[in-house]
C-alpha cells in the first residue's frame, strides 16, 4: 500500500450554509442567518461553486478521515447532495449534523443512497415543550420526531444528540427513554457550551457542576445497564467532577493539536481550528486564495501550540496537559482576553465570584423579562 505525502487529518466539519429553520438558543454560529429557509431554498450557484471548489482543495491538500456536513442546517440547501457526490467521488465517508425537522421520505432515500455514516439529530427534552423551549419554537419536537422516524424507515443510521442545559439537565433519563423508544442507541450528551450565538444565553443555559451530576447520574443506567453508547462531547475538567465513576460513559478533552482534531470550514472561506472557534487559521480569510496552501496552515502555531496554553488557573494541576482548562472557544467567548487566559466558563463560574455574580444577575434580569411577556 503506498501511504498519502498529504498530512493526515481525523476529521473536517464543513458548514455548508448559514441558514437553519430553527433558532436555537445552545447554537455556537455567530454568523447564522435565522428562520429564512427551508429543504425546496435555491441556493446561490455561486456559492455553491465556491464550497465545492473549497472542498476539493482541502481534499487534495490533505488526507482526511472523513467530512462532517453541518450549518446552519445542512438539509436546507441543495448543496449538500453535491457535497455527498464529492465523497463518494472521493471514497470519503460522510456524517450529517441536522435537527431532522426538513427530512422528508425523498432526502431519506437519497441519505440512504449515499450511505452516510450517519445523521445526528437533537431532542432537548421528551416533551415539546422542552425541546422546544430550547429549539425555538414547540412545533419543532413532532416535526424532529418525524425526521428521525422517516430515516429509519429508509435504514439511514441515527445518531442521538441532547445538549445539556440547566433547564434540561433533570430531564435526561426522560429524554433517553425517548430515544430508546426510537430505536437510537448512540447518543451524544453535549454540555451547553457558551460561543458565538449562544453567549448571550449563557445564564440561562449554562449548567452547573450540579446541572451535570445530576444528568450523568441518570445517564449511567442507560449506558451500564442497557447497552446505550453515551459520549459526553464537550469537555468535563476532571476537576469539577469525578467522570471516572461514570464508566462506561466516555469522555473526551478538547482534540485541538491532536491527531483527533476536527477542523472547521466555514460558509465564507475560513479554515478554523473547531466550529465553535471563530478565528481563522493564520488569518485567512478564504483558503481558496492561491497563495494559500492547506498543508501549511493546519500546522501554523495557532494549532500546534494551542495545547502549550494552559490557563493560570490550572497551571499546577495534574490534569492541564491533557484538559487544557476545558473548551478554550468558549473561554475566549465569554471571557475575553485572548485565547485561553481563562479556563471555561463551566468551570470559571465555580471559582470566580465576580463572573457567578455577573450570570446571577443575568439570570435574573432573563426571569423578570420572562414573566413579563
Known sequence: MVESSRPRVHSLAIELTAHCNQQCAYCYNAWRAEGTTDHRQTSDPQSGEKLLARTRKLLASLDVGHLTLTGGEPLSTPHVWDLLELTSEQGIGAQIISNGSLVTKTIAKRLAHHQVRYVQVTLNGPTAALHGEHAGGEAYFEATLRGIRTLADQGVPIAGCMVVTHKNAGAVAETLDLWQSLG????????????????????????????????????LPFARDQG???????????????????????????????????????PGG??????????????????????????????????????????????????????GGGCGAAANWMLGDGPKRQPDPFL????????????AVQRSETVEHEGKK
Open 348 to 359: 470559571w463560574q465555580h471559582i470566580d465570584d465576580d463572573f457567578e455574580a455577573r450570570l
Open 270 to 323: 475560513k479554515l478554523r481550528n473547531c466550529t465553535l472557534h471563530d478565528r481563522a487559521i493564520g488569518g485567512v480569510s478564504d483558503i481558496l486564495d492561491p497563495s494559500v496552501a492547506v498543508a501549511e496552515l493546519i500546522t501554523d502555531v495557532e494549532v500546534t501550540r494551542y495545547r502549550s496554553k494552559i490557563p493560570e488557573f490550572c497551571e499546577d494541576c495534574l490534569h492541564a496537559p491533557s484538559c
Open 228 to 266: 446505550m453508547r453515551i459520549n459526553a462531547t464537550m469537555p468535563i475538567p476532571p476537576c469539577v467532577m469525578e467522570t471516572e465513576v461514570y464508566a462506561p460513559i466516555g469522555f473526551g478533552h478538547c482534540s485541538i493539536g491532536t491527531t483527533m482534531q476536527e477542523f472547521a470550514l466555514g
Open 184 to 219: 437510537v442507541a448512540q447518543i451524544a450528551l453535549s454540555r451547553f457550551s457558551p460561543a458565538g450565538h449562544a453567549v448571550a444565553q449563557a445564564a440561562r443555559l449554562l449548567p452547573s457542576r450540579g446541572d451535570m451530576i445530576e444528568a450523568f447520574d441518570q445517564a
